[in-house]
């Protein structure tokens, strides 16, 4: 039996010298035992503050005294105690310098943002597949990455497998948007009329007993709904407070807008099924609970590819922050034969770093478990993007993640977040090369089946296209090559 009691001890100390700190928030892992863990959480359910059962013998408690919460670190029946740490977008599009912000406060009553403001209606209802259609898509020529990666060379062989799955987590996805429609995925057991002759996507059942009720189209762990729109906030808002822009729709257009439908773009992997899975907020914020369970969710009901562009970083350089919960979830993931895609991070204040030597990277990414590829930026002349992290062991390959044309939230395509009163911000990010990675992946394994996701990675990182601009920054120093892929 493995203890923490030196960390526990720890963890709890430095939340209460965080004077700021007015609630808890921690993750407790419990002895295995289902007996113990229920004689545990009965206890619990008797005090003050709140219980919520993640899984695999993880719950997650807030709002217990530091008192509770010591007496808890030496329950028989406690393993393991951690902070339930943030983790969010790894891009604030907030100006941060004040002066810059005032300046524009006052500069938004000379302009009209009616125009660049219009989002969709909060948790649209679930549409309906529609008709496919044939034919060229029309913004297929604008889209750089695609050509980067030789995409149309591989579409030659397969454009994807409906039965393929990649889930992703993230803001959201906006489920309505005309290109992305036919591919997302439909929870099977959800889907048609139950005994009763009623709409199982809305007849307050959990129909296929997978924990979740009404999961027609995944499900939102931000809001604890079974909607997982992609809630993006205005650009007002986003220059002023930060936030999401659209993120997940975003990052989904990459992996499987839908190929040959006469509309707009095309993904990397443009007939899979694209899996909806909301964790983090309109505010761009998300935590390791909600993580964890997007993760098992996902692997539970058949991804194959999880598509991460996401993350956190450590706090302390001493090495004591340990995030267990999501390292036990992507060994979960592993376990399953799953691959994790994950963006390495866009360094600080604009700046890359390399993630092997700052003692403070970006996690996920960084850690050293077999099923994840690693994925840094690069722009239209193959260069390592200037806001991208490398490291020549803990960085796998480049993909395209500068100024990317993609899906937007209410049905648009674009690659600026905005472009507005002198303000002109590109899609930029490990975010946008990610979903390239995971779209890959699909494409590949779809052409595939049989392999396994050791198979898959080994493919990938072999089939990179070496470039200069990341020799010695890359496990591969390579750009991904979806011809080269195809052929292998």
């Given at each position: ?6 960390l526990i001890?720890?963890f ?5 010298a965080?004077?700021?700190?007015a609630?808890?928030d ?7 035992g ?12 008797g ?7 993640l899984a ?5 408690v807030?709002n217990?005294?530091?008192t509770t919460?010591?007496?808890m ?19 604030n599009?907030q100006?941060?310098d ?5 300046a ?19 948790n649209p ?11 060229n898509?029309?913004l297929?020529a ?16 397969t ?5 393929m ?6 803001t959201?996805?906006d489920?309505?948007h ?7 995925w439909?929870?099977?057991?959800e889907?048609g009329t ?5 709409d199982k996507s ?6 296929d ?5 009404d ?10 709904d079974?909607?997982p729109f ?11 407070s ?8 975003h990052?989904s ?7 040959f439908?006469?509309l ?9 099924k694209v899996?909806?899975?909301?964790f983090?907020?309109e505010?761009?914020?998300?935590t390791?609970?909600d993580?964890?369970m ?7 009901n ?10 956190g970083e450590?706090?302390?350089s001493?090495g004591?922050e340990?995030n267990l ?7 979960y993931?592993?376990?399953k ?9 866009n360094?600080?204040a604009g ?6 030597k700052?003692?403070?990277p970006v996690?996920?990414?960084?850690y ?9 930026a ?5 260069e ?6 490398w490291?020549?062991t803990?960085?796998d ?5 500068v100024?990317v044309l993609?899906?937007?939230v ?9 472009d507005?009163?002198g303000f ?5 990010g490990t975010?946008?090369?990610t979903?390239?990675v995971?779209g ?9 089946p ?10 990938i ?13 890359t496990?591969?120093e ?5 011809k ?5």
């Amino acid at each position: 039996m493995i203890l923490f009691r030196g960390l526990i001890a720890y963890f709890l100390s430095f939340s209460l010298a965080s004077a700021a700190q007015a609630q808890s928030d921690y993750l407790v892992k419990l002895q295995e035992g289902f007996d113990q863990q229920q004689s545990f959480i009965s206890l619990l359910h008797g005090q003050s503050g709140q219980v919520e059962v993640l899984a695999r013998g993880w719950i997650r408690v807030q709002n217990f005294s530091q008192t509770t919460l010591h007496r808890m670190s030496e329950n028989p029946s406690v393993e393991y105690i951690q902070p339930n740490y943030p983790l969010g977008l790894l891009k604030n599009y907030q100006i941060q310098d004040p002066l810059r912000r005032a300046a524009f406060q006052r500069s938004m009553s000379r302009h009209s943002w009616a125009e660049v403001s219009a989002m969709p209606a909060d948790n649209p209802t679930f549409p309906r597949a529609p008709s496919q259609k044939n034919g060229n898509d029309p913004l297929l020529a604008t889209q750089w990455s695609m050509a980067n990666i030789e995409a149309s060379e591989g579409w030659k062989k397969t454009q994807g497998s409906s039965e393929m799955i990649v889930a992703i987590l993230d803001t959201g996805v906006d489920y309505t948007h005309e290109d992305l429609l036919p591919n997302m995925w439909r929870n099977p057991g959800e889907e048609g009329t139950d005994a009763a002759g009623r709409d199982k996507s809305t007849n307050g059942i959990d129909d296929d007993g997978n924990g979740y009720v009404d999961d027609l189209m995944g499900w939102d762990f931000a809001a604890k709904d079974n909607k997982p729109f992609d809630l993006a906030v205005d650009p007002k808002q986003l220059l002023i407070s930060g936030g999401n822009p659209g993120h997940g729709t975003h990052c989904s257009g990459n992996v499987a807008a839908r190929g040959f439908n006469s509309l707009g773009i095309a993904g990397v992997a443009p007939n899979v099924k694209v899996m909806a899975l909301r964790f983090i907020s309109e505010k761009g914020q998300g935590t390791t609970a909600d993580a964890v369970m997007a993760i098992r969710y996902a692997v539970d009901n058949g991804a194959k590819v999880l598509s991460n562009s996401w993350g956190g970083e450590g706090s302390r350089s001493d090495g004591s922050e340990e995030n267990l919960a999501l390292k036990e979830a992507i060994q979960y993931a592993e376990a399953k034969g799953t691959l994790f895609i994950a963006a390495a991070g866009n360094g600080r204040a604009g700046t890359g770093y390399d993630m092997d030597k700052d003692p403070t990277p970006v996690y996920p990414a960084s850690y050293d478990f077999e099923n994840i590829i690693s994925v840094a930026a690069i722009d239209v002349k193959n260069e390592l993007g200037a806001f991208s992290n490398w490291g020549a062991t803990s960085v796998d390959i480049g993909a395209p993640g500068v100024a990317v044309l993609s899906t937007t939230v209410g049905g648009k395509y674009s690659d600026k977040v905005l472009d507005f009163a002198g303000f002109d911000i590109t899609w930029d990010g490990t975010s946008m090369a990610t979903p390239h990675v995971a779209g890959a992946a699909a494409l590949y394994w779809s052409l595939h089946p049989n392999k396994t996701w050791r198979e898959v990675k080994d493919a990938i990182l072999k089939s990179a296209a070496p470039t200069p601009a990341l020799r010695g920054k890359t496990t591969t120093e390579g750009i991904l090559n979806i011809k080269s892929l195809m052929n292998m």
